[in-house]
């Protein structure tokens, strides 16, 4: 613990706005059309090889291969570091097979525009509390992950309404919660009950992802790439790269599927900083989806999980009409309720006339 704090405050007296921020891709730069190529950033990165690693990026390689003193600490450590600095650590502890709830919550920034959490330790509650801080994601990938389900996903959408692309799938649990949110994605009406249509606000009855427009999830099953291609058609599902674009549209870096999000953060880093633990910077391929791999029981609970939450709105609409009618038929066979009905059409007329 002692040599985590010591880290921290020799870190504290570095400028950590100076050569750093020379090196780290800005927002306009990482979403800008000329980063789109691969071929592109493969040169950028063997040009860059010549230049000596800045002070900071030192430092920071210093505190990757130290990462588990801090980690209590990070909430109290966290709060001296600039937006690029965070994002860089929990790039390191990605790779380092760390990255936890315990980790990026305390690290999330607001001016963060992408984060990949893919193959981590976060659970539904770290990307709900990391959704609600970083409003402004425009790519997110959450390819990999085991511990998050489309309840998560849903609130991501409800808040970052500025995502663009979003990454998914890679492994069977993956894949299932990929499948869970098609429902989050297709344009809906919710069930509002008004007693006039006029009174209705577009607000109030329609929920989707509006600003999606990149979907990366390599082995979609064909059901669910139907269903977003009739139902869904602003949904692009893994482009490919072309000079020409993918339907005409431009396409982001982060939407092809060999990019890896946060490797921009991450390129003065030294890679001993992670290869110790066995991580290579390679894009780790994504498994084949398969239901063999999941136990019998655990299909089941997953299925009675889905088919309860598609049921819950039908089974909501149906108290309320039931609700209605009861009241209908009280008011309809009870003398007592008629009477309270024209007190109060009288005294509206009252209120009226003065």
């Known amino acids: 613990m002692g040599k985590g704090k010591e880290i921290t405050t020799s870190l504290k007296k570095l400028d950590l706005n100076s050569n750093f921020m020379a090196c780290t891709p800005s927002k306009s ?4 059309p000329t980063l789109q190529s691969p071929g592109l950033l493969s040169c950028r990165r063997r040009l860059g090889k010549s230049k000596p ?8 390689g210093v505190i990757g291969k130290n990462l588990q003193e801090i980690i209590a600490h990070l909430s109290d450590i966290s709060i001296a570091f600039p937006p690029h600095i965070r994002i860089t650590i929990a790039a390191i502890a990605r790779r380092r097979k760390m990255l936890c709830d315990e980790v990026i919550i305390p690290l999330a920034d607001t001016s963060w525009e992408i984060l990949d959490i893919s193959g981590s330790e976060v659970t539904d509650s770290g990307l709900i509390e990391v959704a609600k801080t970083c409003k402004f994601l425009q790519a997110i ?8 389900t489309a309840s998560s996903v849903s609130v991501l959408v409800e808040h970052c309404k500025s995502l663009r692309t979003l990454r998914c799938g ?3 649990r993956s894949d299932y919660t990929a499948r869970c949110c098609l429902t989050l994605l297709k344009p809906k009406l919710d069930d509002t009950v008004k007693d006039s249509w006029e009174e209705l606000d577009t607000v109030e009855i329609s929920h989707s992802a509006e600003s999606l427009r990149w979907l990366v999830w390599p082995k979609i099953d064909k059901d669910s790439l139907e269903i977003l291609a009739t139902e869904c058609p602003r949904i692009s599902v893994n482009p490919k790269l072309s000079p020409f674009g993918f339907r005409g549209k431009d396409v982001p870096i982060e939407a092809f599927p060999d990019t890896v999000l946060d490797d921009l ?6 890679p001993s900083t992670w290869a110790a633990c066995g991580f290579t910077l390679k894009p780790v391929p994504p498994i084949l989806s398969s239901s063999k791999e999941l136990s019998l029981a655990e299909k089941f609970r997953l299925a009675f999980v889905e088919r309860d939450a598609r049921l819950a709105p039908k089974r909501a609409k149906n108290a309320r009409q039931h609700q209605r009618r009861s009241d209908r038929e009280w008011m309809e066979m009870s003398a007592e309720a008629k009477a309270i009905v024209l007190a109060s059409q009288v005294s509206k007329s009252l209120h009226g006339k003065n």
């Open 265 to 270: 953060f991450v390129r003065e880093i030294n």
């Open 29 to 32: 730069s990482l979403f800008s």
């Open 53 to 60: 690693p800045s002070l900071v990026s030192l430092c920071l």
């Open 141 to 148: 990938d959450i390819s990999r992950c085991n511990k998050i």
């Open 170 to 172: 890679g492994c069977p």
